[in-house]
């Protein structure tokens, strides 16, 4: 079974700061999935990615296979950008998603 | 617009009952699947369903039950065999059976015992 480490577990930050949030995963994969869950509960799917790095607005994510390691990256942060970040793995032909505990980011204005 | 939609938003269960949450989508998704959320874990599978009138139990299905008579709808019963109920219930749907797709969610219900 794969664990998927994410850190830090909390992160504090004033706006416009550089955020990098990192994940860890144990077994290879075929799909890594970073995701937003916000104070109401609700979770919106910010990028699904298998090699390289993927780029929506502000938000970043890379990933790289033989380290089993994955960052998600904010430039200029913005308080609207607090919320709880979420990485989860799938691997082969098994579509489940395997979630970590997620990093809840704050951001100061 | 195309979403995904949870009932009730928060759901009250007293000992020995039976509550069913609802979840709707017009995604025309095939996939669908249900989440528990506790604090300071990561999100668990419940119950997953690839395409109508068949669904799979995931990681912590006792105590639950689910059932997907069409395409729109995954409603998720959880039952009084589950011992700890308590928790924040997350629907999800992608569109495809296969791997690597993302996944939509909805709102979530948040489930509590009087």
């Known amino acids: 079974k794969n664990e998927v480490e994410q850190s830090p577990q909390n992160l504090t930050a004033q706006e416009g700061e550089f955020i990098t949030i990192n994940c860890s995963y144990s077994?290879?994969?075929?799909?890594l999935h970073w995701l937003q869950q916000h104070p109401g509960g609700g979770i919106v799917s910010l990028f699904m990615l298998s090699s390289g790095k993927k780029k929506h607005g502000r938000l970043i994510a890379t990933i790289n296979i033989q380290e089993k390691h994955s960052s998600l990256h904010i430039t200029a942060s913005h308080p609207r950008d607090s919320a709880v970040y979420i990485c989860?793995?799938?691997?082969?032909?098994?579509?489940?998603?395997?979630f970590g505990k997620g990093t809840l980011l704050t951001v100061n204005p | 617009d195309g979403g995904i939609t949870q009932s009730p938003k928060y759901l009250f269960r007293k000992e020995g009952q039976n509550v069913t949450l609802s979840c709707e989508q017009n995604l025309n998704h095939d996939a669908m699947y249900w989440y528990r959320q506790d604090p300071g874990q990561g999100l668990r599978l419940i119950y997953y369903?690839?395409?109508?009138?068949?669904?799979q139990k995931g990681d912590i299905a006792e105590g639950y039950s689910v059932s997907r008579e069409k395409k729109e709808s995954f409603p998720l019963t959880v039952t009084s065999a589950q011992k700890n109920p308590t928790a924040f219930y997350l629907c999800?749907?992608?569109?495809?059976?296969?791997?690597?797709?993302?996944?939509?969610f909805g709102d979530g219900t948040r489930l509590s015992i009087l």
């Open positions: 369903s690839q395409i109508v009138n068949d669904f």
């Open positions: 077994v290879g994969i075929s799909a």
């Open positions: 989860a793995v799938t691997g082969g032909s098994n579509y489940k998603l395997t």
């Open positions: 999800a749907s992608s569109s495809d059976r296969g791997p690597n797709q993302p996944q939509h």
